[in-house]
């Protein structure tokens, strides 16, 4: 069984930061690439920020420059950081892992259940 679970979204005023974490747990043999992405109301899913096991980072357009994606390896822990915060980032943020876990020979995404950002103007 393997888990993720977000944490740290919140209400913030505009220009301001929220910090989100996103633990994997379970028998975990070791985590390829890490992702955040998020979901508004009546919008399809997008991808924010992508890390590999390596640290290469990728960010979408629209938040390249104001957020950072960052993980803890001996963890199994990925954040985001949120700096510069609009109402358009307004969304939930699911956390997505792509890993090998015991009894399974081949890599599987598993993902989290989503933690609620509000940006207010």
């Known amino acids: 069984q393997v888990q993720l679970v977000e944490s740290g979204g919140g209400f913030v005023q505009a220009g301001g930061s929220l910090r989100l974490s996103c633990a994997a747990s379970?028998?975990?043999?070791?985590?390829?690439?890490m992702m955040w992405y998020r979901q508004a109301p009546g919008k399809q899913r997008e991808l924010v920020a992508h890390i590999t096991g390596g640290g290469r980072t990728n960010y979408a357009d629209s938040v390249t420059g104001r957020f950072t994606i960052a993980r803890d390896n001996g963890k199994n822990t990925v954040y985001l950081q949120m700096n510069s915060l609009k109402p358009e980032d307004t969304a939930v943020y699911y956390c997505?892992?792509?890993?090998?876990?015991?009894?399974?020979?081949?890599?599987?995404?598993?993902w989290g259940r989503g933690t609620q950002v509000t940006v207010s103007s």
């Open positions: 379970g028998s975990i043999l070791s985590i390829n690439a």
């Open positions: 997505n892992a792509i890993l090998t876990s015991q009894g399974s020979d081949s890599l599987r995404g598993y």
